[in-house]
């Protein structure tokens, strides 16, 4: 046990994580969020000086993926920050306790700090044949997601079943997503299979920064991380723009990198930044590993997003009378109507906000400059504010309309 007087960076020196490091945290936290680098002192200073939140994690019906995506950190450094932040009340796969003890320790810290804790719900909630799929301690999971999240400062529904029910929707146990389950529950949605856990930790550094969620588009998703089509983002652009396409899979123009959208990529359909954020601590993502995307963090991507190996259709310009040549063209023209220059300039700073925990200089990123002037949470006492400006607010619109072509009409060749 680490002294209570003891500060967050010097419980993480003591556990071998530098200042350096704890700072290069917090700089990359600030370019996730889409903040200036001056940013990472004010985040250094609040999670030094707040107070710990406790956190209440609870799985359903799930594969544990988002867990291992938020435990699994490659640098052991940052998954300690992120341990030593907040207080794990509760979570099934790090837990010492089990059984009637462990329950019973969910249900008293509900009871304790309703309100005040912030929970995190992984998996979808079976809600068919009353409820009889998962029962956890004699409780369906329905039970306990209400109670859990009903009582909960915020919920963060983490990965794609937590969301809108994912693939476990489309089986026979009736998998919702939280949402569905506890309506009135105040739930950021942290779409993925899984969610990339850099984007669920930059919302909780927020949370404890400025006292409020960020700024969320229609589907409760934290705009920072979901606002932008990957396909303005990815490096194969330039290849699309120039009608260069993989034709089979590991043919000449896969192993030349060129652009992915014949073999089903869902890129221009899709938000997220992974290409920004990326995965495994920002070593890689699926288009630059030489996947397609199949646009796991969007709306039932399951079944809106089938099959996925084929081409979107719809997409201007790119039919049976459009060479590959010319499609360039047309989307650039397509694309440029709907999107102005947004797009180039987000990809332009993709580029720059591209971040690595410990590798060169901390980055920085442009971006929008939320309000910073939300109470700085006491962590029992947090009641964040939801008017803010660049903080949550629940069915704001979404800045981005429907990407070229949409995914609605006959398929292309
Ligand atoms: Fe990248 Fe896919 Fe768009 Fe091609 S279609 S540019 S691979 S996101
Ligand atoms: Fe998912 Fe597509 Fe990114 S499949 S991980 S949204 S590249």
Redesign the pocket.
């Given at each position: 046990m680490f002294p209570s007087d003891q500060t967050l960076p010097e419980r993480l020196e003591q556990r071998g994580v530098s200042r350096r490091a704890f700072l290069n945290f917090c700089g990359v936290m600030a370019a996730t969020l889409a903040l200036p680098a001056s940013y990472r002192t004010q985040i250094a200073e609040a999670l030094t000086s707040v107070r710990r939140p406790v956190l209440i994690w609870r799985q359903f019906q799930d594969c544990a993926g988002n867990s291992e995506s938020i435990l699994r950190s490659p640098h052991p450094d940052v998954a300690e920050i992120v341990l030593e932040t907040l207080a794990w009340n509760y979570h099934e796969l790090i837990m010492a306790g089990s059984g009637e003890q462990a329950e019973a320790m969910s249900t008293q810290a509900v009871r304790d700090l309703k309100g005040k804790y912030i929970a995190v719900i992984e998996g979808a909630i079976p809600s068919g044949d009353q409820a009889a799929y998962c029962t956890i301690g004699g409780r369906s999971a329905v039970d306990i997601a209400r109670e859990v999240a009903g009582n909960a400062a915020w919920t963060l529904a983490v990965g794609a079943c937590a969301w809108d029910g994912g693939i476990v929707q489309q089986g026979p146990t009736g998998g919702e997503g939280v949402q569905d389950v506890v309506p009135g529950a105040k739930v950021v949605n942290l779409g993925g299979c899984p969610h990339n856990s850099a984007n669920t930790v930059a919302v909780m550094v927020h949370y404890l920064t400025f006292g409020e969620m960020p700024a969320l588009d229609q589907y409760n998703r934290p705009l920072f991380a979901y606002g932008d089509l990957?396909?303005d983002q990815?490096e194969?652009?330039a290849?699309?723009d120039a009608g260069l396409f993989v034709e089979e899979w590991g043919d000449e123009g896969h192993r030349r990198g060129y652009?992915?959208?014949k073999m089903g990529?869902k890129?221009?359909s899709a938000t997220y930044n992974c290409p920004n954020v990326r995965w495994n601590d920002g070593t890689s993502w699926p288009?630059e590993a030489g996947h397609?995307?199949i646009a796991c963090a969007s709306p039932g991507f399951w079944a809106s997003m089938s099959p996925f190996y084929e081409r979107l259709p719809n997409v201007p310009g790119f039919g049976a009378d459009t060479t590959a040549s010319t499609v360039g063209i047309a989307v650039i023209a397509g694309t440029a109507a709907l999107m102005g220059a947004h797009a180039v300039g987000k990809a332009v700073q993709g580029g720059a906000a591209r971040a690595r925990f410990h590798d060169g200089p901390t980055p920085g990123a442009e971006g929008e400059v939320p309000s910073a002037s939300g109470p700085m949470p006491s962590a029992e006492e947090a009641t964040p504010s939801t008017s803010a400006p660049g903080s949550q607010s629940a069915g704001a619109p979404n800045p981005h309309p429907d990407p070229p072509g949409g995914n609605g009409g006959q398929d292309q060749d």
């Open positions: 990957i396909h990815c194969r652009r290849y699309y652009c992915l959208y990529c890129g221009p288009v397609n995307c």
